[in-house]
């Protein structure tokens, strides 16, 4: 994976002892969906009290805070920035306390009307504390007539683009979805309680079962009386639309997502991308951890040895996480190293998950040749990404996309590499077993499935929100 940041992580747990420790340890499962800030909100019955702060789980949440926030109900969050600066005063849970008492919320995803929204507020004379478009969220809460335990869909209803949610009350946790289901959410059974989590993969590590998906237009509420489900929208509004990229890179290979196995999804990727892509060479090898599963997929496909040919500093971040381009590139050579052995006068297959803004591939595939590979031929099991995201990944503007305005030679030559192939988008989508109509794929096609207002194409164009956060 090249230069892309994650999405956030959430977990929350209801009805458990300690549901706190739980908490944290599920956060660790999502550590790789954002490593700027963690944090995690709890409740006595009455209180809501957070730990957050910047930086990864385990150095956020020590054993004290843990002890400190004992309590059978809480909700976690990992974060990355797509809308909002990496700062603390972003980090969340969110906690307010307005008229009906305290709330925390967490949010994975980004509204695409939260620029309108904010001014329309502060227009009214309301004052906002962060950047993040999740305290649009509650501001729309603390209106009179949204009161969150009877008209949490009078909130939710105003919200557009991508959005799963998390809310905590001194009473309950509540899961949210938006009408698409960009982001994945999943419901789970923990002994005598429940967990809500954006992976099942975090599910595993605490010891829940799975029960199902969360459902676009769902919102569930977990409480004293057990599980009430209810859709804060139509039927007709509803359009699944999910994130394929999530099955493509972003969430981990022993999770379930969209009812999909992301490893065997994966697998799927690298034998059509042999088929459609195929080469004469050596060795397979894949720039790990993404390409792992999609490489040995074009390894039984190809027939051609897998074998590794970068081993990784598991101590070093995750470059394309990091905040900033130029720390990208300082880390990428601590990052991996290239296998001497493996790759040493061979024509070896690359596999990647994706390319999105080349320079660190380019720096990965140099280390190859400095290791004496004879041939690079570089296959990427997704279609090339030309179009921005502006529901939560961060390639939200054209013009840091390579392959926007360059041609797949110009690429090639770009890399340095012998030859370059992607798969195509109906060869990707041939990998789901789901409708490729409830997909959403619009950063290879540009087939957006809900309207983006052109005031926040406009912000995202101008880079407005990041030169605001820098003087913040």
Request: hydrophobic fraction near 35%; charge should be neutral.
């Amino acid at each position: 994976m090249s230069d892309a940041k994650e999405f956030c992580g959430l977990f929350g747990i209801y009805g458990c002892e300690d549901a706190v420790e739980r908490v944290y340890y599920g956060l660790y499962s999502l550590q790789h969906r954002g490593e700027e800030s963690a944090g995690i909100a709890s409740t006595d019955g009455k209180e809501i009290t957070c730990y957050k702060g910047m930086g990864l789980v385990n150095d956020v949440i020590k054993p004290p805070m843990l002890k400190s926030l004992k309590s059978s109900i809480a909700i976690g969050h990992v974060r990355y920035s797509t809308i909002g600066s990496s700062n603390i005063g972003n980090a969340q849970p969110l906690v307010v306390d307005y008229y009906k008492g305290k709330v925390a919320v967490a949010h994975n995803g980004q509204l695409t009307n939260a620029k309108r929204l904010r001014e329309e507020f502060e227009a009214n004379g309301s004052i906002f504390h962060t950047t993040s478009d999740t305290e649009v969220i509650v501001h729309l809460m603390a209106k009179p007539l949204n009161m969150m335990q009877k008209s949490l869909s009078l909130v939710l209803q105003q919200l557009k683009g991508a959005f799963s949610l998390l809310f905590l009350t001194p009473d309950e946790i509540v899961g949210v979805r938006d009408p698409n289901g960009f982001r994945p959410l999943a419901l789970g059974r923990l002994n005598n309680g429940y967990v809500i989590t954006s992976e099942t993969c975090a599910m595993d590590q605490v010891g829940a079962e799975y029960i199902r998906d969360i459902n676009p237009g769902e919102a569930v509420y977990i409480g004293k009386d057990g599980i009430r489900s209810e859709y804060y929208c139509t039927q007709k509004q509803i359009k699944p639309a999910f994130c394929i990229f999530e099955l493509v890179y972003f969430s981990r290979p022993d999770s379930k997502v969209y009812g999909e196995s992301v490893h065997l999804f994966r697998k799927k990727l690298g034998a059509k991308l042999a088929k459609e892509s195929p080469v004469d060479a050596d060795v397979v090898i894949s720039v790990p951890e993404g390409g792992n599963s999609a490489a040995i997929g074009y390894s039984h496909a190809s027939g051609i040895p897998f074998d590794r040919g970068f081993i990784r500093n598991h101590y070093v971040g995750r470059t394309f996480i990091l905040p900033e381009q130029d720390k990208r590139h300082r880390i990428v050579e601590l990052k991996l190293n290239a296998l001497k052995e493996t790759v040493e006068g061979k024509r070896v297959i690359v596999v990647d998950d994706s390319i999105v803004r080349g320079t660190t591939s380019r720096s990965r595939f140099g280390l190859l040749r400095k290791a004496g590979a004879k041939e690079i031929h570089v296959r990427i099991s997704c279609p090339p990404h030309r179009y921005p995201c502006y529901y939560g990944i961060d390639f939200q503007q054209k013009g840091e996309l390579i392959a926007a305005d360059h041609t797949l030679e110009e690429i090639r030559k770009f890399l340095n590499v012998d030859s370059l192939n992607y798969l195509s988008a109906d060869g990707m989508m041939s990998c789901a077993s789901q409708p490729r109509e409830h997909f959403c794929n619009a950063c290879f096609t540009k087939d957006y499935p809900t309207p983006i207002e052109e005031e926040t194409k406009n912000l995202i164009e101008r880079k407005i929100i990041r030169e605001v956060e820098k003087v913040g």
